[in-house]
């Protein structure tokens, strides 16, 4: 699919909040530093729930990023609430802007409102109903620390990332196992030969954390950290590159003094893929 | 007419369910001989409907739009009194 994002529209992000989330402050300011415009936006202000000059058309945007939190209080599901609002008055607008190549990105709640409403793992299209579900940590707590993560997909926009790249980057979450509950095995298979998973978490050394704690933080299927649509321009991952942009933010950085975050290479890499106009 | 409905949304079987199995295990530490916990969330629900059937059919697509998630959830529910 080709992302009719060219020369001369501007490319601006879309931090979509709404009672709850929290990380958009960070979120704007990470696509900031990378040199991308950002505008944080309100969910009211999409669905014309303001006065007229509040309003916004997501149209106008080229990449929707949905931060995390803990929308309406994580309530019923983590995301559902969210999730729903968006469904029941974006449904057609969020179906276009995907279809027009542009990107869609969900971290942590953003990850779990976007598999709650259908565009994760989407197998056909956008799903009426969730096909699958980040739901408690196996290990019945809330993990909140970094984590390591190995980039194996071929999503476009985490292109410049590199494959097999291991990145520290944390978590914070209570749901992020990812599962397909009876359906395991089934879509995993498909979820692999679609080369819809992005980003697995591993040990420090890259290899395969087997489902092992505390490599694997929640008991996630197949170490599953993030996965992308089968087009490969709607991305969810439930670790937080907003949190890692600069060195100083990393969390071995008084051994390292590593100069930039790890997280920074994901948002330059959405910057490159805009570039490009895939 | 107001009705009051009950939804009862439990894990589909075979879903890890870490909250009851950490309730379990605690349970038996306290020295209960307690072998399997289940984590049920019950809502109760008022709604205006002009039937039973009504109340029950709005429920339901209340519990396919939001309340539950049918890849690790099962719903049932009903009306409680007219």
Known sequence: ?278 | MDYKVEVRIELKQGVIDAEGETIQKSLKLLGYPIEKVSSVKVYIIEVKAISKEDAEKKINEACRRLLANPVIQNYSLSVKNA
């Open chain 1, 1 to 278: 699919m080709g992302c009719r994002i060219g020369e001369g529209m501007k490319m601006r992000v879309c931090v979509l909040f709404m009672e709850g989330t929290n990380c958009e402050d960070e979120t704007r300011r990470a696509f900031e530093q990378i040199g991308l415009e950002a505008e944080l936006v309100h969910l009211k202000q999409l669905t014309g729930d303001v006065i007229p000059e509040l309003r916004r058309n997501l149209g106008d945007y080229s990449v929707l990023m949905i931060p995390g939190g803990w929308s309406a209080g994580d309530y019923v599901r983590a995301g559902a609430i969210f999730a729903a609002r968006i469904k029941s008055k974006l449904r057609e607008d969020i179906k276009d802007f995907i279809e027009d190549g542009k990107l869609v990105l969900g971290v942590c709640n953003g990850f779990q409102v976007l598999t709650e409403l259908g565009l994760l793992p989407a197998f056909e299209g956008i799903s009426e109903t969730p096909e699958a579900a980040l739901t408690n940590n196996a290990n019945g707590r809330f993990q909140c620390r970094p984590v390591y993560l190995k980039h194996t997909g071929k999503c476009r926009f985490t292109e410049k990332i590199g494959e097999d790249n291991v990145l520290q980057i944390p978590v914070a979450h209570a749901e992020g196992r990812f599962t397909f509950g009876e359906n395991d095995e089934k879509y995993l298979e498909k979820l692999i030969e679609n080369e819809q998973i992005v980003f697995r978490y591993c040990r420090a050394d890259g290899s395969d954390a087997l489902g092992e704690f505390p490599w694997n933080p929640n008991g996630s299927l197949y170490d599953i950290a993030g996965i992308c649509n089968p087009e490969k321009n709607v991305l969810g991952m439930m670790p937080h590159p907003e949190r890692v942009v600069d060195g100083i933010q990393q969390a071995d950085w008084t051994r390292k003094k590593k100069g930039r975050g790890d997280g920074r290479i994901f948002f330059e890499s959405i910057r490159e893929c805009l570039k490009r106009g895939f």
